[in-house]
Nanobody, 123 residues
Framework: QVRLVESGGGLAQAGGSLRLSCAAS????????MAWFRQAPGKEREFVAA?????TYTYYADSVKGRFTISRDSELYLQMNNLSPEDTAVYFC???????????????????WGQGTQVTVSS
């Protein structure tokens, strides 16, 4: 059973920073592309950032490019800088379906999800 657990969310002021982490049970993140998604109140869940299984390649939504950095070792991370109130959402980490598969912007390509961690940015 794959279990993903996010941590690091909380309250930040506009312009501040937070670092999210995602831990996987066992080593069930190895050789899988991973991604972060988020869901704001009243909105659909949207793609934030993804990283290849090797960690070599990354991809970002335009709204976070230059402010957020995704990385991985035995865990998955999302460094969020220069936060704005528009970043307020529940953030989810997700594992792609296919071993050594490419990352994807489509959440339908992910089959394991964490429970989410709340990020709230005040103005």
């Amino acid at each position: 059973q794959v279990r993903l657990v996010e941590s690091g969310g909380g309250l930040a002021q506009a312009g501040g920073s937070l670092r999210l982490s995602c831990a996987a049970s066992g080593r069930t993140m190895d050789y899988y592309a991973m991604a972060w998604f988020r869901q704001a109140p009243g909105k659909e869940r949207e793609f934030v950032a993804a990283i290849s299984w090797s960690g070599t390649y990354t991809y970002y939504a335009d709204s976070v490019k230059g402010r957020f950095t995704i990385s991985r070792d035995s865990e998955l991370y999302l460094q969020m800088n220069n936060l704005s109130p528009e970043d307020t959402a529940v953030y989810f980490c997700a594992r792609v379906k296919r071993l050594r598969g490419e990352f994807s912007l489509d959440q339908r390509d992910y089959n394991y999800w964490g429970q989410g961690t709340q990020v709230t940015v005040s103005s």
